[in-house]
């Protein structure tokens, strides 16, 4: 088991911006040693401290999640948790969907947090301990027109973490899946119509809204696990 006396070691994708830019900061200034993926390096680079290690790449490539396993446990000897943040969302009707970029989003979504996802699994297995924290959507639990192949990519990252779930029962490891509705980032910057108008969600999540609730997940007892936790704006019905 790790020593509670030294700093956790977090593993966190996506964390150029939006949720995964924001748990990052919060884990690091409570004391983890946070090391940060995404592709883009200048946004990674101004996170840059003591206590913050920068790995800029893209987590499609398998050169590159091996680089950054290895990195993380060759260098601190474990890791406590992973945050599976990357991702990316293309929406559309049949007429006008762009489909190569419909096809990025489900490598990065789905092909690419999979794969890390099981590379760090065999680690935690092989020191005993680790929590796996995804970060899924409500549209991980529904559909919604022209958003199937988005939702597709939460259902999945649903799936693995149910049957994770199951897999690890009875062992220290822990899954979790956090479902949030509509959250304030960058993720709709460039749609026409952002959903919080199209929704009528006047009020919608902040990242530290989620912050809040990967605090506490992290705060339960060993004994205790959260596979699922949805969170919601109190303008969100459909």
């Not at 027109?145 to 220290?172: D, H, I, Q, V, W």
């Not at 809040?212 to 936790?229: N, S």
Request: aromatic share 6%.
């Amino acid at each position: 088991m790790t020593n509670s006396q030294q700093p956790k070691i977090s593993l966190v994708t996506g964390a150029s911006s939006g949720i995964g830019q924001a748990i990052a900061r919060a884990l690091a200034a409570e004391g983890h040693i946070v090391v940060i993926t995404a592709r883009r390096q200048e946004r990674l680079t101004a996170m840059d401290a003591g206590n913050v290690v920068v790995m800029a790449g893209d987590l499609t490539d398998s050169a590159f999640q091996e680089q950054v396993v290895h990195t993380v446990f060759d260098t601190y000897g474990r890791c406590d948790h992973l945050f599976n943040c990357a991702g990316s969302i293309e929406t559309g009707p049949i007429e006008s969907i762009d489909i190569d970029k419909m096809s990025a989003m489900i490598r990065l979504n789905v092909e690419a947090t999979f794969r890390l996802t099981y590379l760090v699994l065999k680690r935690f297995k092989a020191q005993g301990f680790g929590h796996v924290i995804n970060l899924s959507s409500v549209m991980g639990t529904k559909v919604r027109p022209t958003a199937g192949a988005y939702a597709a990519t939460k259902f999945a990252m649903e799936a693995l973490s149910e049957a994770l779930r199951l897999e690890l029962a009875g062992t220290p490891l822990k899954i979790s899946c956090i479902e949030p509705g509509l959250v304030m980032t960058e993720l709709h910057k460039d749609w026409a119509v952002h959903p919080k108008e199209s929704m009528g969600i006047h009020e919608p999540l902040t990242v530290d809204d989620i912050v809040g609730t990967v605090k506490f997940i992290l705060q339960q007892p060993e004994h205790v696990r959260i596979p699922k936790l949805m969170i919601l704006p109190g303008h969100h019905q459909i």
